[in-house]
Nanobody
Framework: QVQLVESGGGLVQAGGSLRLSCAAS????????LGWFRQAPGKERERVAAISWNGGSIYYADSVKGRFTSSRDNAKNSAYLQMNNLKPEDTAVYYC????????????????WGQGTQVTVSS
């Protein structure tokens, strides 16, 4: 299995930027597809990005397309979510999640989850 730890959250003004990191330990990091999710109070969890095991395929939700960039460095067992032009509606707890690659999954079906990091965007 893999353990995931997010970092990089914080308080930022609208229009600002943050870079979230997801550090992994355990099994070979390149064995996993990764997803970034967020959940705001009173709202359902939303997948905002997903990246294949080698970074060759990346998905973005429409709500963040053009503003967020997902990447990974398998040599460093790390993944990143660069968030630019942040908006108050981006305020949420952000989670990194992982699943073994090449599985037959639903879009939000991930086995391993980090503890989350809070992102707050003030207007």
């Amino acid at each position: 299995q893999v353990q995931l730890v997010e970092s990089g959250g914080g308080l930022v003004q609208a229009g600002g930027s943050l870079r979230l990191s997801c550090a992994a330990s355990g099994r070979t990091f390149s064995s996993y597809e990764l997803g970034w999710f967020r959940q705001a109070p009173g709202k359902e969890r939303e997948r905002v990005a997903a990246i294949s095991w080698n970074g060759g395929s990346i998905y973005y939700a429409d709500s963040v397309k053009g503003r967020f960039t997902s990447s990974r460095d398998n040599a460093k067992n790390s993944a990143y979510l660069q968030m630019n032009n942040l908006k108050p509606e981006d305020t949420a707890v952000y989670y990194c999640a992982a699943r073994i690659r090449y599985g037959n999954y639903g879009p939000n079906e991930y086995r391993y989850w980090g503890q989350g990091t809070q992102v707050t965007v003030s207007s």
